[in-house]
C-alpha cells in the first residue's frame, strides 16, 4: 500500500493577522502562513498608522513638535518629550537646570513602569491572563493621575519644552510619587504571584520566540528585547545623560533570550526604577527648572508685563514664523526609552526648524525580527512572541 | 388514574420544572455572578446599575441579543450554520436529565400512592448516558466551525473537536474507578453508595482528573482555547451574532452546570448532607428532602463559583501542551487510577 502522506494534499493557509486583531494592539497587520497550526512565515505589514511625523518636524518649529512626539509612543509619552529635547539641547549647546533634569529623570522612569504595565497586562490577556491586565492598568492609573497632576494631560502630556519644562512640578509633587512608591511593590508582589511561578504562564513563555545573543545584535534589537537575550546595554548606563551616571541602578539581563526571559528583564526594570526615582526623590534640588537664557524659553509672566526683554522673549518664542534658531549642524541624541533606544537625528540649516528630523524607534527596530522570532512557532506563540516585544504601532509607523 | 399516565405526566412537570424553573434563570443568574465575581477579583464593580445590586442584568444582556440583527453573512454554509447553535444547545440540556437532585418522595396523589424521583430520568446506564450525550456537544462547535467559512472559525473548531476528544478519555477513566466503587452504572446508587464517606476522600486523583477534565469539557479557562479571543478573535463563533451567538454563551454556562452537578454528584455525595446533621435533626420526611436538594444545590454552587475563580486567575495553555497533558499526563493517570482502586477494593 502506497504512503498515505504521499496522497494527501495539504496546502498552506494564509491567515490574515490584523489590521484589526484583538492581539495586535493598534494597527498591526501580519500576514501568517500556516500549516495547520505551525507559523511557515510570518510577514509584517507596516505602515498602517503612519501620520507623517517626521515630516512634519520639517514644517514645525521645535517646541511645537513636542506636542507631536507625545503620539509616537503613546504609552510613555513623556520618555518621546524627554527624549526630543535632549537632543534639541544638545544641537543648541543648553545645560538644563539641575532641578529639571531630576524632574525629567523621574518621570521617564514613571513612565517606563506606566508602559511596562500596559506592556504586562497586555502580555498577560493574550496569554489569557485576564486579571494581572486589570491590575497592571491599575497601576497605571495611579501614575496618570500623577501625570496629570504634573502636566496636566494624562496622555499627551507635552511636558518638556527646549531648554527646560512646560512649568515646575505642584508642591505635593514629592508626596504622591512617595504615595506611589508605597502602593506599587504590593502589586508587584500580586502580579508576581499569579505570573512568575505559574506553571501555565512558564510552559506558554519558556523557549517561546527565541532571539539567541549573535541574532540580537545583528537584528539591531534594544532595550528589553536586547538585554533579555543576555547583552547588558542600555543607554542609561553605556551613554549616560541627565543624572543617569550619578545614580545608582542595575541593568537586568537574562541569558535565556525566549519570551520568559523578557519578562523577567522587564519585572527587574520595574523594581530599578522605583529604585532610580527613590534616589531622584532623596536630593531633590531646589532651584529654576527652565535655562536662564529667555531666547529659548519662555520668562516668568511677571518679567512679560513689566519689562521690554521679556515682552520681546515672549513674543519671539511664541509667534508664529518666529522662535529661537538653532545652529546649523547635525546630531543624534538616544535616550532609553521603555522599549529601547530611542534615539532623534536632527539636521539643522540654522533656522527655527529642523531641515530634517528622523526617529529612530525601538519598536520598527525590535518589529524588523518578527518573523525570525516566530518561525516554526505555533499561532498561540504569535501572540506571546508580539507581547514581548512590544509593539506600538504608532511608534512603528510614526 | 392510570399510573403511566401519571408517570408520564410527572416526568414532564420535573423536565418544564429543571429547564425553565432552575437551569435557565440559574444560567441568567451565572452570568451576572461571573460578571460580579470577575470584577470583585479585579477590583472592580462590575454591572450594579439594572435592578438592585445588578440583578437584572442578565435580562437586559437577554433583550439585548434578541433584539439584534441577525446576520447571517453570505459565504456560509446556511443549512449548518443554522443548526449548530441548536446542535450544541440540545446535548447541554439534556445532559442534565439524568443528575439526581434529591432523593425521592413517596406520597398519595388522589388515591394513589406514587414514588417522585428527584430526578427527571432515572436511568440505569446514567453515567454511559452522560459520556454519550456530552461527546454530542462538539459537533454543534464543529459544524459551527466549519459552516462558518472563516479561517479563524475553522482553527477554533479544530481545536475543540480535538481537546475535548481528548479530555472525555481521562473523564471516562475517572467515571470507571467511580463506577467500580459504587458497582452500579446508576448516578442515584452511586450517590447513595457516598452515604458514609465521599468520594473524594476515597477517590481524590480520580476527581483532579475529573475536575481538570471537566474543565476542558466546558470549554473554559485555562482550556479556552477554541475560543481564544487573542488568537481566533472569536474561535468558533466568530460569525454568530444575536440569539445564535447567545445559544453557544447559553450552553457553555449550561455545560457548567452540568459539569458542576456531576462533580457534586460523582466525588462529593450529591444530595447528601454530611456529618449527619439531617439524622441529628430528625425532621419530617419532605423538609429531609428540601434540606438534601439545598445541600446538592449548595454543592453544585461551590463548584460553579470554583470555575469563576479558576477562570478570572490562570492564563491559558498552548495547544500543544494541552494535549500533552490530555494524553501523556491524564490518561495514564486515569488508568493508574483504575488499577490502584482495583487493588484497594481486593484488599478491602
Not at chain 1, 504569535?382 to 512603528?396: D, F, Q, R, T, Y
Not at chain 2, 441579543?65 to 440540545?90: C, M, N, S, T, W
Not at chain 2, 479530555?167 to 442515584?188: D, F, N, T
Not at chain 2, 453544585?300 to 469563576?308: A, E, S, V
Amino acid at each position: 500500500m502506497a504512503d498515505l502522506s504521499y496522497d494527501l494534499k495539504t496546502d498552506q493557509m494564509v491567515l490574515n493577522f490584523g489590521p484589526q486583531h484583538p492581539a495586535t494592539h493598534g494597527t498591526l497587520r501580519l500576514v501568517l502562513e500556516l500549516d495547520g497550526e505551525v507559523v511557515k512565515k510570518a510577514e509584517p505589514h507596516i505602515g498602517y498608522l503612519h501620520s507623517g511625523f517626521e515630516k512634519l518636524g520639517e514644517y514645525k518649529t521645535y517646541n511645537q513638535w513636542i506636542t507631536l512626539s507625545d503620539r509616537m509612543n503613546y504609552l510613555s509619552p513623556l520618555a518621546n518629550n524627554i527624549g526630543f529635547a535632549l537632543a534639541v539641547e544638545k544641537l543648541i549647546g543648553i545645560d538644563v537646570p539641575e532641578r529639571a533634569k531630576y524632574i525629567r529623570v523621574i518621570l521617564a522612569e514613571l513612565s517606563r513602569i506606566a508602559d511596562h504595565m500596559v506592556w504586562l497586562g497586555t502580555h498577560a490577556l493574550d496569554i489569557g491572563a485576564f486579571t494581572a491586565f486589570l491590575y497592571a492598568f491599575e497601576v497605571r492609573e495611579h501614575l496618570y493621575n500623577i501625570f496629570e497632576h504634573v502636566t496636566g494631560a494624562r496622555l499627551t502630556t507635552s511636558y518638556t519644552r527646549i531648554g527646560g519644562l512646560f512649568r515646575d512640578v505642584p508642591h505635593d509633587f514629592e508626596e504622591l510619587v512617595r504615595a506611589f512608591l508605597k502602593y506599587f511593590p504590593g502589586v508587584l508582589k500580586e502580579l508576581h504571584g499569579l505570573l512568575t511561578r505559574n506553571r501555565i504562564w512558564m510552559d506558554r513563555t519558556r523557549g517561546v520566540g527565541y532571539l539567541s545573543k549573535e541574532d540580537a545584535i545583528n537584528w539591531g534589537v534594544t532595550g528589553p528585547v536586547l538585554r533579555g537575550s543576555g547583552v547588558a546595554y542600555d543607554v542609561r548606563r553605556n551613554f549616560p545623560y541627565l543624572i543617569y551616571d550619578r545614580l545608582d541602578f542595575e541593568i537586568p539581563v537574562c541569558d535565556e533570550g525566549d519570551v520568559y526571559s523578557r519578562y523577567l528583564v522587564r519585572m527587574e526594570e520595574l523594581v530599578q526604577s522605583m529604585k532610580i526615582v527613590e534616589q531622584c526623590l532623596a536630593d531633590f534640588p531646589d532651584g529654576p527648572v527652565n535655562y536662564f537664557d529667555h531666547k529659548y524659553t519662555l520668562p516668568e509672566k511677571e518679567a512679560v508685563y513689566d519689562t521690554i526683554e521679556g515682552l520681546i522673549h515672549h513674543f519671539k518664542n511664541i509667534m508664529p514664523g518666529h522662535g529661537f534658531e538653532v545652529p546649523e549642524g547635525e546630531i543624534y541624541v538616544a535616550t532609553e526609552a521603555p522599549n529601547g533606544e530611542l534615539g532623534f537625528y536632527i539636521v539643522s540649516d540654522g533656522s527655527n526648524k529642523a531641515y530634517r528630523l528622523r526617529v529612530r524607534p525601538p519598536s520598527f527596530v525590535n518589529f524588523a525580527c518578527f518573523d525570525h522570532l516566530v518561525r516554526g512557532n505555533l499561532v498561540s506563540d504569535v501572540v506571546a512572541v508580539l507581547g514581548s516585544l512590544n509593539i506600538i504601532a504608532g511608534e512603528l509607523d510614526r | 388514574m392510570n399510573p403511566w399516565l401519571l408517570e408520564a405526566i410527572l416526568a414532564l412537570i420535573k423536565i418544564v420544572v429543571v429547564v425553565f424553573g432552575v437551569i435557565l434563570p440559574l444560567v441568567m443568574m451565572l452570568i451576572l455572578a461571573e460578571r460580579r465575581v470577575s470584577a470583585f477579583i479585579q477590583n472592580r464593580l462590575g454591572p450594579n446599575r439594572v435592578g438592585w445590586q445588578g440583578m437584572l442584568q442578565p435580562v437586559a444582556d437577554g433583550l439585548k441579543f434578541l433584539f439584534k440583527e441577525d446576520v447571517i453573512p453570505g459565504h456560509v454554509d446556511r443549512f449548518l450554520y443554522l443548526i449548530a447553535p441548536g446542535i450544541i444547545l440540545f446535548p447541554a440540556i439534556m445532559t442534565f436529565a439524568v443528575v439526581p437532585f434529591g432523593d425521592q418522595l413517596t406520597t398519595y396523589i388522589g388515591d394513589t400512592l406514587v414514588t417522585i424521583k428527584f430526578q427527571i430520568a432515572d436511568l440505569n446506564v446514567g453515567v454511559l448516558y452522560i459520556v454519550a450525550i456530552a461527546s454530542l456537544g462538539v459537533y454543534g462547535l464543529v459544524v459551527g466551525g466549519y459552516s462558518s467559512n472563516n479561517k479563524y472559525s475553522m482553527l477554533g473548531g479544530l481545536r475543540s473537536s480535538a481537546q475535548m476528544i481528548s479530555y472525555e478519555l481521562p473523564m471516562g477513566l475517572a467515571i470507571i474507578s467511580v463506577v467500580m466503587m459504587s458497582g452500579s452504572l446508576r448516578l442515584q446508587d452511586i450517590v447513595v453508595d457516598q452515604y458514609e464517606v465521599w468520594n473524594v476522600f476515597r477517590q481524590p486523583l480520580g476527581f483532579i482528573i475529573f475536575l481538570v477534565a471537566s474543565f476542558a469539557e466546558t470549554n473554559r479557562l485555562p482550556f479556552d482555547l477554541p475560543e481564544a479571543e487573542q488568537e481566533l478573535v472569536g474561535g468558533y463563533h466568530t460569525e454568530y451574532s444575536s440569539m445564535k451567538f447567545a445559544s453557544f454563551f447559553l450552553a457553555e454556562y449550561i455545560n457548567m452546570i452540568t459539569a458542576s452537578a456531576l462533580i457534586a454528584t460523582l466525588f462529593f455525595g450529591g444530595w447528601h448532607v454530611p456529618f449527619g446533621i439531617l439524622e441529628a435533626l430528625n425532621l419530617p420526611v419532605l423538609w429531609e428532602q428540601i434540606i438534601q436538594i439545598l445541600s446538592f444545590s449548595v454543592k453544585t454552587l461551590f463548584f460553579l463559583f470554583f470555575f469563576i475563580w479558576v477562570r478570572w486567575t490562570l492564563p491559558r495553555f498552548r495547544y500543544d501542551q494541552l494535549m500533552n497533558l490530555g494524553w501523556k499526563t491524564m490518561v495514564p493517570l486515569g488508568l493508574l487510577n483504575i488499577v490502584l482502586t482495583a487493588i484497594g477494593i481486593a484488599i478491602f
